[in-house]
């Protein structure tokens, strides 16, 4: 007999702290056929879903769901795919509480349903399984290059692959993925399924080229001379922001890029066995308080820090960080020490960190942001000794692409402006997305910016025919 | 994935690779690095280019042996491949006639410098060279320093070849009796900090070529972050070539130190490792 609709979910099987902070294998280890036919049972199958409203690649939720409670695995993910060559990967990282399980009816009363365990489930189910290649489609006999091959590279290279068109991507670094390799780690995301997707984004016909960077290697205009018709621009953000204050560039301080490109894309956590060393001291503060400082934090623990803190300049309420990683950063032993603000870091005759001159803040009015703005309390100045920090507080847009092509218009932040709708920016036929747009945001708000200007070429090249 | 065509070897701790890049060659400027990574665990090791050819669509890098991931480099054979080949990376240096120019390059630093006095060669400029080492044996390119320089000076730290000394006291004498419009130096970190405090003296713009840790190379980590005129640049984007008056060379010098440590540890096991596979062979 069915479960009655308003019972809770089912509580994702995870590793035990002890266990898990010992090594970088992944913490969630998914559910069980069993808890996930259930849990697809629990879904109304409102009439008007609003969960479709509340995802950004537009997934037929109940549809997939409906499949799967009745046992039809293999339709369910194919249906999924329909929208999202990424499932496996949504699945594990999407803030799904604030999307579609946001506006489950279920939510109202009692728990929405498990929208993204059940979408990570049909993923890893259809891996086991050996992933099916997609059936071929007519070729457009268009070109199109995207520029990087993080989440809105990726969903739009597949999008339009699947139209039927030869797409490249180009990728800088000398590994596919963009942020969901160098930057999100192998505890939350193991790069094997990135590489999987990858794996069947090229089964669909795009073509991957890896080492180039578009802006040194090769320009937008050489790449319209090699028969490109549009250009997709996925960069990302990348470019680490650092606070600027005294001594920031004392030996031990790490930008969060760079300690978790250090981590996960160059596996320093393995070095010497992987050649790329990472420091890691005793004591270590992140500065930050979203999924970046936690991701940073938990990877400090892993690394064998003994004691690892969060600075954090409001409360926790007000953290950007989803709230499940807040929790398991905490159960893994992170310190968050919050209303604190770094004021100057203090370092050895040797140009080394030894600690971090911090300030006292309290809550004041709300800012631009919503959110209440700290102010410093005079004369509460403290200092927090430390080996080992890492500055997690966002990022700027990298210079390097956007420099390389003149006439691209750019917003007051110096991100890339474009058409929210379509990615269309100031020069034809080039589209861009993703945080490279909006600044630093989440993988899927990326993937529904590839998906729309997906379209979006498609259209542009069919009217410039 | 890159094929070296030409392998040489210049001085005990310097090897020159000659490797097929045409995308890179065709885009190379002087000034410019690549990074390249061995295999599959290998690191990011950026080198400045020292040579290009864009019609053969080849280019040319010289590297010291200093830690493993160089040492396995030095490894490799022509025909082999090197696993990662991305470039050109950072600013191009300005290619104007500036006048008389002095260009200064101290050991492994000769390599990157001769790319620059070419460049300022073909612009007009009359160009007087200085290179050093430590000793005559590491001294290379003093012919191929001569093809592009009006006048070309050389010392060692030991006497062995040229004058006695460090580079800098044969460009305090050129200073002395010349106008010098520009000079630009690429070498050791005290090499660069000596001569940018010596040319401050005489108000002589000067050029440096930083070379610190980096990771990606392209402005993702900050890895390579300095201090220039009191503000933090990233080398590999806003750089790699930095007014020397302004730059923080202590700062510099102190972060190229980080991991000492675990370079040491890797060459030490690296040499370990392969000391008992050669010992394996011998005794099958």
Same mark, same amino acid.
Request: with cysteine; net charge negative.
């Given at each position: ?121 049909? #993923?890893?189910?259809?891996? &086991?399984?050996? =992933? ?116 920031? @560039? ?17 596996? #320093? ?79 050895? &005759? ?40 890492? =500055? ?5 847009? @990298? ?40 600044? #630093? ?25 | 994935?890159?094929?070296?065509? *030409? ?10 690779? %000659? ?9 190379? *400027?002087?000034? *410019? ?31 010291? +042996? ?28 300005? !290619? ?47 012919? !191929? ?17 040229? !004058? ?18 520009? %000079? ?23 050029? %440096? ?16 972050? %300095? ?34 440590? +675990? !370079? ?21």
């Amino acid at each position: 007999m069915p479960r009655a609709n308003f019972l809770g979910r089912p509580k994702m099987p995870g590793r035990s702290v002890a266990d898990r902070t010992k090594d970088f294998d992944e913490v969630p280890l998914g559910l069980s056929p069993e808890q996930a036919i259930e849990e697809a049972q629990r879904c109304l199958q409102c009439r008007k879903p609003k969960c479709v409203k509340g995802c950004p690649v537009e997934i037929d939720i109940p549809a997939f769901i409906g499949l799967l409670a009745e046992g039809k695995l293999d339709q369910a993910i194919a249906k999924i795919k329909e929208k999202n060559s990424l499932p496996a990967i949504c699945g594990r990282v999407c803030p799904q509480e604030t999307q579609c399980e946001q506006e489950c009816i279920l939510g109202k009363k009692g728990e929405p349903v498990a929208i993204g365990y059940l979408e990570r489930f049909l #993923a890893d189910y259809e891996r &086991e399984q050996g =992933v099916k290649p997609p059936p071929s489609v007519s070729s457009q006999g268009k070109k199109v290059a995207v520029i990087g091959s993080g989440p809105a590279g990726l969903t739009c290279a597949g999008d339009l692959a699947k139209m039927g068109y030869a797409v490249t991507i180009f990728e800088a670094l000398h590994a596919p993925g963009g942020v969901l390799v160098y930057g999100i780690p192998e505890f939350r995301l193991p790069k094997s399924i990135v590489l999987q997707e990858v794996d069947y984004v090229k089964s669909l016909g795009v073509e991957l080229e890896l080492s180039v960077v578009v802006g040194k290697t090769i320009t937008l205009d050489d790449l319209r001379d090699e028969g490109f018709a549009a250009f997709f621009v996925g960069t990302g953000a990348g470019l680490p922001s650092f606070l600027n204050l005294p001594g920031e @560039n004392l030996n031990g301080i790490y930008s969060a890029n760079e300690f978790l490109t250090r981590s996960n894309l160059m596996r #320093a956590y393995r070095f010497p066995e992987y050649d790329t060393p990472i420091k890691i001291g005793r004591r270590v503060a992140v500065i930050g308080g979203g999924n970046v400082a936690m991701d940073s934090a938990r990877t400090a623990i892993r690394l064998g820090a003994e004691e690892v803190c969060l600075v954090y300049r409001r409360t926790k309420k007000e953290m950007p960080a989803r709230v499940e990683e807040v929790e398991r950063a905490e159960e893994e032993g992170v310190n968050c020490i919050i209303l604190t603000n770094p004021v100057r870091y203090q370092g050895d &005759e040797n140009g080394w960190i030894t600690g971090i001159e911090c300030i006292q803040m309290e809550l004041g009015e709300p800012d631009e942001s919503g959110r209440r703005r700290p102010i410093p309390i005079p004369g509460s100045e403290f200092v927090i000794p430390i080996d080992t920090v890492v =500055v997690a507080i966002g990022q700027g847009p @990298n210079p390097v692409f956007l420099d390389s092509v003149p006439g691209l218009k750019l917003n007051r932040w110096g991100y890339i402006e474009s058409d929210p709708e379509t990615g269309a920016t100031s020069i034809p036929g080039v589209f861009a997305g993703g945080d490279i747009v909006t600044g #630093a945001a989440t993988v899927i708000s990326a993937m529904g910016a590839g998906k729309k200007s997906a379209r979006a070429i498609a259209r542009y090249l069919q009217n410039s025919e | 994935m890159v094929t070296i065509l *030409q392998k040489k070897v210049l001085t005990p701790q310097t090897k020159l690779m %000659v490797v097929a890049a045409p995308r890179v060659a065709k885009k190379a *400027q002087p000034g *410019q690095f690549v990074v390249l990574r061995i295999d599959q665990k290998g690191e990011r090791i950026p080198l400045t280019i020292a040579d290009f050819d864009r019609e053969q669509g080849t280019v040319t890098i010289v590297f010291q +042996e200093v830690g493993k991931s160089t040492f396995m480099l030095g490894e490799l054979k022509e025909g082999d491949q090197i696993f990662d080949f991305v470039g050109p990376l950072g600013k191009p240096i300005e !290619e104007k006639n500036f006048g008389q120019v002095v260009c200064v390059g101290g050991g492994v630093g000769i390599a990157p410098i001769y790319p620059k006095a070419q460049a300022l060669k073909e612009q007009g400029n009359r160009v007087i060279s200085i290179i050093g080492a430590r000793s005559a044996n590491l001294l290379f390119w003093e012919e !191929e320093m001569k093809t592009v320089s009006d006048e070309l000076w050389v010392a060692t730290d030991d006497g062995s070849y040229g !004058e006695r000394g460090f580079v800098t006291q044969i460009l305090e004498r050129i200073l002395e009796k010349n106008s010098i419009d520009l %000079v630009v130096a690429v070498g050791p970190v005290v090499m660069m900090k000596m001569v940018s405090l010596l040319t401050k003296k005489y108000q002589t713009p000067t050029l %440096v070529s930083l070379n610190p840790i980096m990771v990606d190379g392209t402005g993702m980590c900050g890895c390579c972050r %300095v201090t220039v005129g009191g503000e933090c640049k990233f080398t590999c984007v806003d750089g790699p070539v930095f007014d020397g008056h302004q730059v923080d060379f202590d700062e510099l010098q102190a972060r190229q130190r980080i991991y000492l440590e +675990e !370079e040491k540890r890797a060459l030490e096991e690296w040499e370990l490792k392969k000391a008992e596979e050669e010992s394996h062979y011998a005794t099958r």
